[in-house]
């Protein structure tokens, strides 16, 4: 059993469409659990319209519902997800002043009895650094940060400084004793054959090396406004961008 974080300190990276397609792809072959923990709930509205009215994330941290009413199917076989929604803002706040508890271990308490039950959990993480990140961490085997070419250069490059935050932070982690050491790896997303984007190719390979995940995302957005606007361009075999995904689902499992 895996556990994959999608992380980035910097939002508009793809980090959901990421996250999302992973967990399809990988539901395939295997038994998959998506974990959305941003209270903006981008993951869970692509799988469920009425995902507000749903038990997730934030009751089972609560330990106000138990994981059968937290732990929903999905209209995939093999996929099974935990919805977020709004109210993970209050609980954030309330780990913020909890006096009661390693705030920090929260969702590993809640993960551990059900981690048997799949060979992948995937979490879709909100673009900050707080104590849900650090609950993420605890938990993940592997974090995947997205990148994406958004500046003419490395300096002004938000995604870049989004990427070195959330490095600083597996680091700092680390460092504190929090987790022992920690997997990661970069993903290239939104890329197409512009000079920007050659350059932070070029960047990230030579600085990061066998970190750099091989498969790039391709800018493409088509596929993804197309039909139920649901993301899973991974279904869609015949677009180059359903394509990558499936190329970056096969990579994953290379790494397991």
Request: net charge negative; with cysteine.
């Amino acid at each position: 059993m895996k556990t994959i974080s999608l992380m980035s300190a910097k939002g508009g990276c793809s980090k959901t469409t990421t996250s999302i397609n992973i967990a399809v792809g990988l539901a395939k072959n295997n038994k998959v659990l998506l974990i959305d923990l941003d209270p903006q709930g981008n993951s869970s509205k692509r799988f469920f319209t009425n995902y507000l009215e749903l038990d997730g994330i934030c009751e089972l941290l609560r330990k106000e519902k138990s994981n059968e009413e937290c732990i929903h199917h999905t209209q995939f076989d093999n996929l099974d997800i935990i919805p977020s929604k709004r109210n993970l803002f209050v609980l954030k706040k309330e780990m913020l002043y909890a006096s009661h508890g390693i705030q920090q271990l929260r969702l590993k308490n809640v993960l551990d009895p059900i981690k048997k039950d799949y060979d992948y959990i995937i979490i879709d993480n909100h673009p900050d650094i707080d104590l849900l990140i650090s609950n993420a961490l605890l938990c993940s085997d592997m974090v995947i940060i997205p990148v994406n070419p958004d500046a003419d250069s490395i300096e002004l490059s938000d995604s870049i400084e989004g990427m070195n935050l959330t490095l600083a932070n597996i680091k700092e982690a680390i460092e504190e004793g929090e987790i022992g050491g920690m997997d990661f790896r970069i993903l290239l997303t939104m890329t197409d054959n512009t000079k920007a984007s050659r350059m932070f190719e070029e960047y990230l390979r030579s600085d990061y090396g066998e970190y750099v995940l091989q498969t790039n995302i391709n800018y493409q957005s088509a596929p993804i406004k197309n039909k139920d606007r649901s993301g899973f361009v991974i279904e869609k075999d015949d677009t180059r961008i359903g394509q990558n995904y499936q190329l970056l689902v096969d990579e994953i499992r290379s790494l397991s």
